[in-house]
């Protein structure tokens, strides 16, 4: 999260495509809630950022959380600009 800074946690790469030569774009993420949202009301915005890191060679295996994207050995990171995002149940 960004308000308040937080570790970068790492998911999982996404499943390959089923139709070989065919990009898949779609993908699961999942974003842990400040510890202050733990009980959120319906109007709760926090802050997050999100990368997309690649890798030209895959790793062996990945942290599940790094401070820096720099300590996740990805060769590239695109980062998302800050997204508000709005807790609803």
């Known amino acids: 999260t960004v308000d308040p800074i937080g570790a970068w946690h790492i998911d999982a790469a996404p499943p390959a495509s089923t139709a070989?030569?065919?990009p898949d774009y779609d993908g699961t993420a999942?974003?842990?809630l400040p510890a202050a949202s733990a009980t959120p009301g319906p109007e709760t915005?926090?802050?997050?950022q999100i990368?997309?890191?690649?890798?030209?060679?895959?790793?062996?295996t990945l942290p599940l959380q790094v401070e820096t994207l720099a300590a996740s050995g990805a060769d590239f990171a695109?980062?998302?600009e800050d997204l508000s995002l709005q807790?609803?149940?």
């Open 20 to 22: 070989p030569g065919t």
């Open 30 to 32: 999942s974003i842990d």
């Open 45 to 48: 915005i926090f802050k997050a």
């Open 51 to 60: 990368a997309i890191l690649v890798y030209l060679t895959p790793p062996t």
């Open 78 to 80: 695109y980062v998302s």
């Open 87 to 89: 807790i609803t149940f």
